[in-house]
């Protein structure tokens, strides 16, 4: 691993610093103990998706409520979804106490005003439209509407289940940093076709399960692909070099033009590229911290690691891949089980978007991982009613060979959402 002085916040970051700054920073070593839940819904007013969003009433809501019972935190997305973030719990049953809890009073007041949080990847019906003016996402936008479409529809339409874990220990084993990214990325796939929930967007059928998921493969692999190479490498090594070839995306500033010159990297910057442009300065830690913020593979590293790559699940299904991906890393039991069923289509992202458990192998994968996490949530201690939430989910879908996908496909109405 790279071994260089890191700069102070405000002084000018060299390379090899911001390497060993990226290294360090984003893997936190030691004991594995805390997890962390972030709820995405979009927002449904007065039982008709046809209705543009009325981000005022949203806003209002958001205001009125208040500290929270279980002290999440809520926010507003771009497009005006909303974002429910648990505070870290010790173990799986407390988590999923604490965002029911909060989930509960944050529901009642969005349907007192007759407005539902759907758990659904995408948006099925509207047209992406930003309702956030701050210099980030005005940034954002007009870089990733270079790359078509796919950018503002994953910043304005997507609801994910994202789960953050601790990274692990610094040696070897189950419980070892090394083995666990590669573990969250091995089942990765399985686990996007299992769960996969989003087969619309602007009331037609994508040909996708996982339209979300399409959106996140759409633009800018530079900031969005997997960063794995293989079982066993150091992703100190590997996620550095990620990063830093990345294309820079805002540089902040007191105003509210936070433009970067376009193709810039965060390495080029480092390595002077800033004398060339007018007005631009050398980086900086803050900097580089920030630009770390900007990317979005399926499993980021931010000191924790955050699982990025599932579906928003409807009613309270979110509970099931937070529960199985808690239960494969934390019983290497279900671990070794799951990397066995999942060996035949590691790295197959797109197929696991496209087709879900369509396809044979990614259907024999995913039933493979969620049948192990079942059998692991007891050795570690999950609540009947998690234990049960998974043999519901893994009877309704995975074991008939389905996903939430089929279900949204199957109504005859997607705007009036009858069912089957």
Same mark, same amino acid.
């Not at 050398?282 to 900007?294: K, R």
């Given at each position: ?13 060299? =390379? ?5 700054? @990226? ?14 839940? *972030? ?99 005005? *940034?954002? *936008? ?84 997997? @960063? ?166 893994? =009877? ?25």
């Amino acid at each position: 691993m790279t071994k260089a002085r890191v700069e102070g916040p405000g002084e000018p970051l060299r =390379e090899a610093a911001a390497e060993a700054y @990226v290294a360090s920073t984003c893997f936190k070593t030691g004991p594995p103990s805390l997890l962390g839940l *972030e709820l995405e819904f979009v927002v449904k007013h007065d039982g008709d998706w046809s209705q543009p969003v009325d981000d005022h009433r949203v806003r209002t809501i958001l205001t009125t409520l208040g500290e929270l019972p279980a002290a999440g935190t809520l926010t507003l997305e771009p497009g005006a979804q909303v974002e429910l973030s648990t505070r870290p719990a010790a173990d799986l049953a407390s988590l999923i106490l604490n965002a029911c809890t909060d989930l509960a009073l944050v529901r009642r007041a969005f349907e007192s005003d007759g407005i539902e949080l759907v758990g659904t990847g995408l948006d099925p019906v509207r047209v992406p439209r930003r309702i956030l003016d701050h210099p980030r996402y005005v *940034e954002m *936008e007009r870089c990733f509407d270079r790359w078509g479409a796919a950018g503002r529809t994953m910043m304005c339409s997507t609801a994910a289940v994202q789960l953050t874990v601790d990274a692990g220990l610094e040696g070897g084993g189950s419980q070892g940093f090394t083995s666990r990214w590669d573990l969250l990325h091995e089942v990765g796939p399985a686990l996007v076709a299992a769960f996969a929930n989003s087969p619309f967007r602007r009331g037609r059928p994508t040909g996708w399960k996982s339209s979300r998921q399409q959106a996140w493969l759409g633009f800018d692999p530079g900031r969005t692909r997997s @960063v794995h190479n293989g079982s066993g490498t150091d992703p100190r090594e590997t996620y550095p070099g990620y990063a830093l070839d990345a294309h820079v995306l805002v540089v902040r500033s007191n105003g509210d033009d936070w433009r970067a010159p376009s193709g810039l990297t965060f390495r080029a910057w480092t390595r002077g590229a800033w004398r060339a442009v007018a007005g631009l300065r050398p980086p900086t830690v803050a900097d580089l911290e920030y630009h770390l913020t900007t990317l979005f593979p399926p499993v980021r590293a931010r000191g924790p690691v955050e699982v990025r790559y599932l579906d928003a699940q409807p009613g309270d299904a979110w509970r099931v891949p937070a529960a199985v991906v808690t239960a494969l890393l934390e019983d290497p039991r279900s671990g070794d089980q799951a990397r066995d069923a999942a060996a035949g289509v590691v790295g197959r992202w797109e197929a696991a978007a496209r087709d879900g458990v369509d396809d044979a192998s990614l259907a024999q994968a995913a039933l493979g991982c969620l049948t192990a996490a079942h059998d692991g949530l007891r050795r570690i201690g999950a609540g009947q009613d998690t234990v049960a939430a998974v043999d519901a989910y893994l =009877e309704r879908y995975t074991a008939r060979g389905l996903s939430p996908a089929h279900e949204q496909l199957c109504r005859s109405d997607v705007l009036q959402g009858q069912a089957c």
